[in-house]
């Protein structure tokens, strides 16, 4: 790596690319943000209410008054606020069309409203763009949990050919050629050589993404104790969702709303074919062929169309989903090969039970903590670039 | 009815390898010359919290520390719950109640009171589902006659320090007793029957006791699954598919079951026909069948009386060899560390499934096997092997112990505690969880800054405390401040005295990232 940006620069130098807007037009924040203190190494460390609760072996898993899974934190004001500007800047994509933000739009609770991402020249994605909210408290990413850290996983959208479609010498040609970008990664890493690295991208994307926490919502307010925070349809929601015959939270276990695992649900494509084998490919384990990563729940209100490929709008839908009957969307040939979850059965819940269990859902919305898309970027670029449909064009949603 | 069994299956097909190098290893092997364990293990077990002559109810349950509410036939019991604060007593007097309780307070003992013989019955008539859910800790349910509701009887979700006995479920859906995710819990003296999983499932939890319990007529008995620091004694277990059930479940996020002791137990007649729902795990276990043992480890089997079952008094298995049962990475799928003490066992594997059978044929054995081993299980011992007819148990040591007498119960002798906050802890907490998303100390965000209400509230706390509970709006270009009054009384107060008490130390938050420009 090395190597390669000392080439760069020398290529930089010589070529004079070097432009884009004024370093002294950005000046990263020394502030961490809501939710974080900054401590006195200069590192943001994030507090909860959750932090007052324990849960067995540090899982985060378990009922309404459980801590939360251990996160990842203690980035600096100035690698979050960094990455934030990256976030949102379409330079980080092969034909400056689109940034992290056009397939993770804070708008639409950091997803897309696309049933599959949409990629530089309109590529089309294999499976949804999933919300980014309470990052930092995950261990697996992508929906077939293939990468174990966020720096792995931006490598797939920022480099496969229908998502961002740029490659590093690109990514590092374009910020290195930016004097504003090299000051503001001389100010997040102070104590880095002067050239921008593939490391310090990765980290800074990193640090912005584990500084998306939503964790006051209604839902949050009764579980730390205020009861009237939910409406009595709420609270039998609540009681439908973790009771053992819808066995929502079984998965979806409180506080985070997932349990972190694989979950092979019955999910079809097409004529009740199951062509995307998920996880079982990944990990060579023909159990969890059309398994998927168990999401979390929160802010699910703001992020639909649902499952990996999209093919519910509403989350009742959703829900009804489960309520079908145990392989229901399968043919029979697949249904044979496929180790369905044995909390996927027929808990028969009516109609008005799938509206409490919306309603239920909607109680985890709290947005209140979203960041702010920058003004102005380095790159001289509009923010944001290519917006998802939903935002672009009211009836374009799910094209 | 899934009786057909992978488990089993993969035994068959090893019976149909007879002679070949895999099974002749097998059938010659024999580790009874090794002592297995430490002669002191259940002496000096580190993780027994109760010693002989303690109460086993001393550290769980509700204090009753408060006053007492009645509530009588007509009423609502989860009226009740509502009015109730931690330490109060809820009685329930007999007659009949049509609800879903939920308890999703601390220290609350819900109790029934029983007249003339007369129970309270929760009645969930096929169409609720759970009788009573808990999330708080230290619950107390006891003497209620639960029946009819379709999912669980009694389910805890990460309540500790429980406490639920004498209480009778009959035919009630998925699980009757199911606490879950929780710490240090006694479960005893239940009357139980016709569940369609587990009478008795302790999921995900540590430090347990189940004792007294009688169950019947369920697919499995009593399970203790992902468990750890369980003791599963003195029970009566009879016509249930399978008796005791010590598995890890694979793909839940603790991933491991150890240190379990099933003794003392009757384990008679668990011949019933299996009835599990499709798909679920216990849909695997064939009738007649005691004890199973799937993947957990550190399992002693002592005391037992375990007779007539048709299929086998003892199964220990691995995730490869059970039907229905998915890989997980994170979990080791063999059972290793089991010991099998002296039991009683009489009349089992007289009908064994088909694939038994096979195996026996391939090993010679005629007789009515009492336990069967499938698959690797590192190890593991049985005291006295001459006592039963057994199976695969070629690499089995001698148990260097032989009782478990030294450990009394594995319940812990102080009550699991939340974590113990400093008010300034708390104060924080909120403050950066819930406040720091309007004010920063020095710098305008949607509220004022933590400076203008320092000088406004200095030297009263107690205001600040208020207004946060009871804003007003006060400056017309500010927007008005939500109530906060979701936060405890004492939270309030620590929140504001850590305001009122923090300098600007940097530790504030920038505006720009938050506020929508």
Avoid at chain 1, 212 to 224: E, I
Avoid at chain 2, 106 to 113: A, M
Wanted: some cysteine.
């Amino acid at each position: 790596m090395m190597r390669l940006t000392t080439r760069l620069a020398a290529l930089l130098a010589l070529s004079g690319l070097a432009t884009g807007a004024l370093a002294s037009e950005f000046q990263l924040s020394e502030q961490c943000p809501p939710s974080f203190e900054r401590t006195t190494d200069n590192s943001c460390r994030l507090h909860s209410l959750y932090d007052q609760y324990n849960s067995l072996y540090g899982r985060g898993v378990g009922g309404l008054k459980t801590a939360l899974p251990s996160r990842r934190d203690g980035f600096s004001p100035q690698q979050i606020d960094l990455g934030r500007f990256l976030f949102f800047d379409p330079l980080l994509s092969a034909d400056n069309s689109l940034s992290c933000a056009s397939c993770h739009h804070p708008d639409l609770g950091f997803a897309d409203g696309r049933a599959t991402a949409l990629g530089v020249g309109g590529a089309k994605g294999h499976r949804g763009a999933p919300s980014l909210w309470n990052m930092a408290f995950l261990t697996r990413f992508f929906w077939d949990a293939r990468a174990s850290s966020l720096e792995a996983q931006m490598q797939g959208p920022l480099y496969a050919p229908e998502e961002m479609g740029t490659n590093p010498a690109q990514l590092l040609q374009k910020l290195n050629a930016n004097d504003a970008y090299r000051a503001m990664f001389e100010q997040a890493f102070p104590n880095a050589d002067q050239y921008i690295t593939l490391d310090q991208i990765y980290t800074a994307i990193a640090a912005f993404e584990t500084s998306l926490v939503s964790l006051n919502s209604p839902y949050d307010r009764y579980a730390h104790g205020h009861h009237q925070a939910l409406s009595e349809p709420e609270i039998e929601g609540l009681n439908i969702f973790r009771s053992f015959v819808a066995r929502c939270a079984e998965c979806h276990t409180p506080p985070l709303f997932t349990n972190q695992q694989i979950a092979v649900i019955g999910i079809a494509d097409g004529e009740g074919n199951l062509p995307d084998e998920g996880a079982g490919a990944v990990f060579n384990n023909p159990s969890w062929r059309g398994g998927f990563k168990v999401p979390s729940l929160r802010n699910i209100a703001r992020t639909a169309p649902y499952m990996h490929n999209g093919m519910f709008d509403s989350l009742k839908d959703a829900a009804r989903f489960y309520t079908l009957g145990r392989g229901h969307a399968l043919n029979d040939k697949e249904k044979s090969n496929t180790v369905l979850h044995w909390h996927i059965w027929e808990p028969k819940l009516t109609d008005a039970e799938l509206d409490r269990l919306v309603d239920f859902m909607n109680t985890l919305t709290d947005e209140q903590f979203t960041p702010a898309i920058p003004n102005k970027l380095p790159s001289g670029l509009k923010p944001v670039g290519a917006l998802p449909p939903a935002l672009s064009s009211p009836v374009a949603r799910n094209n | 009815m899934a009786l057909s069994n992978k488990i089993i299956t993969t035994v068959a097909a090893l019976g149909l390898l007879a002679g070949g190098a895999w099974l002749g290893q097998q059938l010659g092997s024999d580790n009874s010359a090794t002592l297995v364990g430490d002669a002191s293990r259940y002496n000096n077990n580190a993780n027994a919290g109760l010693g002989a002559g303690t109460r086993l109810d001393a550290t769980v349950g509700a204090s009753g520390s408060g006053k007492t509410i009645d509530v009588y036939n007509g009423e609502s019991i989860q009226a009740a719950v509502k009015r109730a604060a931690p330490g109060d007593i809820i009685r329930v007097f007999p007659g009949e109640y049509k609800e879903t309780v939920y308890i999703d307070k601390d220290d609350i003992w819900l109790t029934g009171v029983i007249q003339g013989g007369k129970w309270p019955v929760l009645e969930g008539e096929h169409k609720l589902n759970d009788a009573v859910l808990y999330s708080g800790n230290n619950i107390t349910v006891e003497n209620l006659r639960i029946t009819h509701y379709k999912g669980n009887a009694v389910m805890g979700q990460a309540g500790n320090n429980f406490l639920i006995r004498n209480n009778h479920v009959i035919d009630t859906g998925v699980y009757g007793i199911f606490p879950q995710l929780g710490k240090n819990g006694l479960i005893e003296r239940n009357i139980l029957s016709g569940i369609e999983d587990a009478a008795i499932y302790v999921g995900m939890c540590d430090n347990i006791h189940v004792n007294n319990n009688e169950v019947f007529a369920n697919v499995a008995g009593i399970e203790i699954e992902n468990t750890r620091h369980a003791i599963v004694e003195n029970n009566k277990v009879y016509n249930n598919t399978g008796g005791i059930l010590a598995f890890i479940t694979p793909g839940l996020p603790i991933k491991t079951a150890y240190d379990i002791i099933i003794r003392n137990n009757f384990i008679n007649d668990n011949n019933h026909v299996n009835f599990g729902a499709p798909g679920s795990i216990v849909a695997g276990v064939p009738s007649g069948s005691g004890i199973v043992v799937m993947a957990a480890d550190q399992v002693t089997i002592e005391g037992n009386i375990i007779s007539n079952n048709k299929n086998i008094g003892i199964v220990v298995t691995d995730h490869h060899s059970f039907s229905n049962i998915t890989i997980d990475p994170e979990s080791d799928p063999t059972s290793d560390q089991v010991a099998i003490l002296d039991n009683v066992m009489f009349n089992n594997g007289y009908e064994p499934i088909k694939e038994i059978a096979a195996y026996k044929l391939a090993n010679l054995i005629n007789d009515d096997v009492d336990i069967i081993n499938v698959g690797d299980s590192k190890d593991s011992c049985i005291l006295d092997r001459g006592k039963y007819v057994g199976l695969g148990l070629g690499d089995y040591g001698t148990c260097n112990f032989s009782d478990t007498s030294g450990t009394v119960a594995y319940l812990l002798a102080e009550p699991a505690e939340p974590h113990p906050f400093s008010e300034e802890d708390k104060g924080k907490m909120a403050y950066y969880g819930i406040c720091s998303g309007c004010h920063a100390y020095n710098v305008r965000m949607i509220g004022p800054p933590v400076q203008i209400i320092q000088a406004l509230y200095m030297e009263n706390p107690e205001g600040l405390a208020e207004y946060i509970a009871n804003p007003v709006k006060k400056r017309e270009d500010y927007p008005e401040m939500p109530a906060q009054d979701y936060l405890a009384p004492e939270m309030r107060l620590a929140v504001a005295k850590y305001m009122l008490g923090v300098d600007n130390q940097g530790r504030f938050n920038d505006p720009a990232l938050n506020q929508n420009q």
